[in-house]
C-alpha cells in the first residue's frame, strides 16, 4: 500500500516547493551547521539570553530547507516557531508590518496550523502567568501599553471587547485614546501612559512581550525564521535601510526579547548585487549620519556571513539513499537500483542541489513506470539580478518584483 505521507515528501522535492516534511526527514545534511543550531537553541533555553544566525547560500543550494529543519528541531524542543518570507505584503522596513505577518505565522509545538493568541483567552486574571505578564508589562518595556491592553483584557466581561483587544495583539493596534476609555469602564482608573505608544516607534514591545508570553505558557522558547531576505534588493535605498535597523534589533537583540532565536538566510549573492552594486555603505551615511551603527553592524553581518557549502559526496549519498526509501514507500516498490548509480545520475543532472535531487526522483519515475532509466538532465533556473532599478515608495508594504521562491 503506498505512504501518504512519503508520497508527499516525494512531490515537494520533484517540485521543488518548500516543505517542513522534507525538513522533517532529511535533517542528517550539513551535520556541522545543524550541529550549530542546535547549539543555538540549547543556549536560549538554559540562559533565556536571545541570539540570532544569519547565513547565505547560492540559488538553489538548500537555504530554505535549513530554515524547515530549524523549525522541525524547534517544535521537537518545545519551542514556538515562526516563519515568514520577505515579500510586498511581509516588507522588512516596518517592524509594525512584521509583527503582523509573524503573528499570523506562528506555530505552537505538536501544532500543524499557526495561531496562539486563543491560548489567552482562558488566563484568569489573578493567575500566575496574568502576575507575571502584568509586571513586565508595567516596568520593562519602552511603553506602558501593554500593561493597561493586557489589564482591560483580563479584566472585561464584554466578548466583543475581549475580541477587540485580542486584535490588537495581533496586530490591529487599538488606539491610544480608545484604550484609555476602555481601560477607565473596566477598572475605574486612568491610564497614564508614561510614552504614549506610536506603531512605527514601539512595535518592538510586542515582539518582547510574545518573547515573555511563551516563556509564562510552559515553552522553552521562541524562533524566528525569515527567508528570502535578498528581495531587500528590490526596494529603494530608504526602505533597504529601514529594513536593516528592524534586522538590527533581531541580530543585536536587547535583553527584554527573551529565549529567541532568530534566524536570517540570504542569498549569497546579495552582497555582490546590492551592498556594493548599489553602495549601501554610502546610502547608510547618506540616511543615517548620526547613527549609522545599525545598518553598519547588519551590511557587515551580511557581508561577513558563512556560506552554505555544497554537499559533499557522502552527504548527498545519505539524502539519495533517504529519497530511494521515500519513493518505494511512496509508489509500493522496491527500487532494483544500485545507490552509486542513482548518486551518479543526480550528480550527473545539474549542478545545483535542487536539481541533482530531481534528478534522482526523475531516474527512479522511469524505472518504476518503464523498468528503466535513461540519462536525466533536469533544466537549472538561476536567481534574477538583484540589481536593476529600485522601487521607491510611501506605502505601508512597498511594492516588491517576485523571484523565484527558494527552497530545496
Known amino acids: 500500500m503506498s505512504d501518504m505521507n512519503a508520497m508527499r515528501i516525494i512531490e515537494a522535492l520533484r517540485?521543488?516547493?518548500?516543505?517542513?516534511?522534507?525538513?522533517?526527514?532529511?535533517s542528517e545534511a550539513r551535520p556541522g551547521i545543524i550541529r550549530l543550531v542546535s547549539e543555538k537553541m540549547d543556549s536560549i533555553v538554559n540562559t533565556g539570553i536571545s541570539t540570532s544566525y544569519l547565513y547565505t547560500g547560492k540559488y538553489g543550494e538548500g537555504k530554505t530547507h535549513l530554515l524547515n529543519t530549524a523549525m522541525t528541531m524547534a517544535q521537537e524542543n518545545n519551542m514556538v516557531v515562526s516563519f515568514i518570507s520577505v515579500s510586498k505584503e511581509a516588507p522588512l522596513d516596518k517592524l509594525f508590518v512584521i509583527y503582523r505577518n509573524?503573528?499570523?505565522?506562528?506555530?505552537?509545538?505538536?501544532?500543524?496550523?499557526?495561531?496562539?493568541?486563543?491560548?489567552?483567552?482562558?488566563?484568569?486574571?489573578?493567575?500566575?502567568?496574568?502576575?507575571?505578564?502584568?509586571?513586565?508589562?508595567?516596568?520593562?518595556?519602552?511603553?506602558?501599553?501593554?500593561?493597561?491592553?493586557?489589564?482591560?483584557?483580563?479584566?472585561?466581561?464584554?466578548?466583543?471587547?475581549?475580541?477587540?483587544?485580542?486584535?490588537?495583539?495581533?496586530?490591529?493596534?487599538?488606539?491610544?485614546?480608545?484604550?484609555?476609555?476602555?481601560?477607565?469602564?473596566?477598572?475605574?482608573?486612568?491610564?497614564?501612559?508614561?510614552?504614549?505608544?506610536?506603531?512605527?516607534?514601539?512595535?518592538?514591545?510586542?515582539?518582547?512581550?510574545?518573547?515573555?508570553?511563551?516563556?509564562?505558557?510552559?515553552?522553552?522558547?521562541?524562533?524566528?525564521?525569515?527567508?528570502?531576505?535578498?528581495?531587500?534588493?528590490?526596494?529603494?535605498?530608504?526602505?533597504?535601510?529601514?529594513?536593516?535597523?528592524?534586522?538590527?534589533?533581531?541580530?543585536?537583540?536587547?535583553?527584554?526579547?527573551?529565549?529567541?532565536?532568530?534566524?536570517?538566510?540570504?542569498?549569497?549573492?546579495?552582497?555582490?548585487?546590492?551592498?556594493?552594486?548599489?553602495?549601501?555603505?554610502?546610502?547608510?551615511?547618506?540616511?543615517?549620519?548620526?547613527?549609522?551603527?545599525?545598518?553598519?553592524?547588519?551590511?557587515?553581518?551580511?557581508?561577513?556571513?558563512?556560506?552554505?557549502?555544497?554537499?559533499?559526496?557522502?552527504?548527498?549519498t545519505q539524502v539519495i539513499s533517504r529519497i530511494m526509501d521515500f519513493h518505494g514507500a511512496a509508489y509500493d516498490w522496491t527500487p532494483d537500483i544500485e545507490l552509486g548509480t542513482l548518486v551518479q545520475m543526480a550528480e550527473e543532472g545539474g549542478s545545483l542541489l535542487r536539481t541533482k535531487l530531481r534528478s534522482a526522483i526523475e531516474y527512479l519515475d522511469q524505472k518504476y513506470q518503464y523498468g528503466n532509466g535513461g540519462n536525466v538532465t533536469v533544466g537549472e533556473l538561476t536567481q534574477e539580478d538583484l540589481s536593476h532599478e529600485e522601487i521607491e515608495t510611501d506605502d505601508e508594504t512597498p511594492s516588491l518584483d517576485n523571484l523565484m521562491d527558494d527552497s530545496m
Open 102 to 316: 509573524i503573528v499570523h505565522n506562528t506555530y505552537l509545538p505538536k501544532h500543524e496550523q499557526p495561531g496562539f493568541l486563543n491560548a489567552l483567552w482562558d488566563i484568569g486574571k489573578n493567575s500566575p502567568i496574568a502576575s507575571e505578564l502584568l509586571v513586565y508589562t508595567a516596568k520593562e518595556l519602552e511603553t506602558d501599553k501593554l500593561y493597561y491592553l493586557l489589564k482591560s483584557f483580563l479584566g472585561s466581561d464584554d466578548q466583543d471587547e475581549r475580541f477587540r483587544l485580542l486584535a490588537d495583539l495581533e496586530g490591529d493596534f487599538i488606539s491610544n485614546n480608545d484604550l484609555k476609555r476602555i481601560y477607565k469602564r473596566i477598572t475605574g482608573n486612568t491610564a497614564k501612559y508614561n510614552i504614549p505608544f506610536s506603531k512605527t516607534k514601539h512595535s518592538m514591545d510586542y515582539f518582547c512581550f510574545l518573547s515573555h508570553l511563551f516563556s509564562a505558557m510552559g515553552y522553552s522558547g521562541w524562533v524566528i525564521l525569515i527567508d528570502e531576505v535578498e528581495l531587500l534588493g528590490r526596494l529603494g535605498k530608504k526602505a533597504r535601510q529601514n529594513s536593516y535597523r528592524s534586522m538590527y534589533r533581531f541580530l543585536q537583540p536587547k535583553s527584554t526579547l527573551k529565549s529567541t532565536l532568530t534566524m536570517f538566510a540570504v542569498s549569497s549573492m546579495y552582497d555582490e548585487e546590492v551592498i556594493q552594486g548599489k553602495h549601501e555603505y554610502e546610502n547608510l551615511e547618506l540616511f543615517f549620519p548620526n547613527d549609522p551603527g545599525p545598518g553598519k553592524t547588519v551590511l557587515d553581518a551580511i557581508s561577513d556571513a558563512k556560506q552554505l557549502n555544497p554537499l559533499t559526496r557522502d552527504e548527498i
Open 15 to 26: 517540485s521543488g516547493i518548500p516543505s517542513r516534511a522534507v525538513g522533517k526527514y532529511f
